[in-house]
């Protein structure tokens, strides 16, 4: 009853920008934390980035002061503002969001992902 659709992935060239895009949608009373994380073929998931119900950030080591995650809740949409990309950020891209449907479900639902490929 709830799903969760990325956008915005592609293919760029190291030191470039790339934006994504998640729109949540379905049986959706609240939406809590949400965030993006990805995965490379092999390796575990990795938390990218997350923000809370009201626009607080938090970050990955590794991507602190070069992405942004941001949300919009009149649409249900979180954002990630990727720049000076490097090819160790290439993998698939997931959101997450922590939902509250109208019957007082509570629960984590992923996205199918976006590619993400930076080339050197």
């Known amino acids: 009853q709830v799903q969760l659709v990325e956008s915005g992935g592609g293919s760029v060239p190291a030191g470039g920008s790339l934006r994504l895009s998640c729109a949540a949608s379905?049986?959706?009373?609240?939406?809590?934390?949400m965030g993006w994380y990805r995965q490379v073929l092999g390796e575990p998931r990795e938390l990218v980035a997350t923000?809370?119900?009201?626009?607080?950030?938090s970050y990955a080591d590794s991507v602190r002061g070069r992405f942004t995650i941001s949300r919009d809740n009149a649409k249900n949409t979180v954002y990630l503002q990727m720049n000076t990309l490097n090819p160790e950020d290439t993998a698939v891209y997931y959101c997450n969001a922590d939902v509250v449907q109208f019957d007082g479900r509570r629960g984590a639902y992923w996205g199918e992902g976006t590619q993400v490929t930076v080339s050197s």
């Open positions: 379905g049986s959706i009373f609240m939406i809590n934390a």
């Open positions: 923000t809370s119900s009201a626009g607080r950030p």
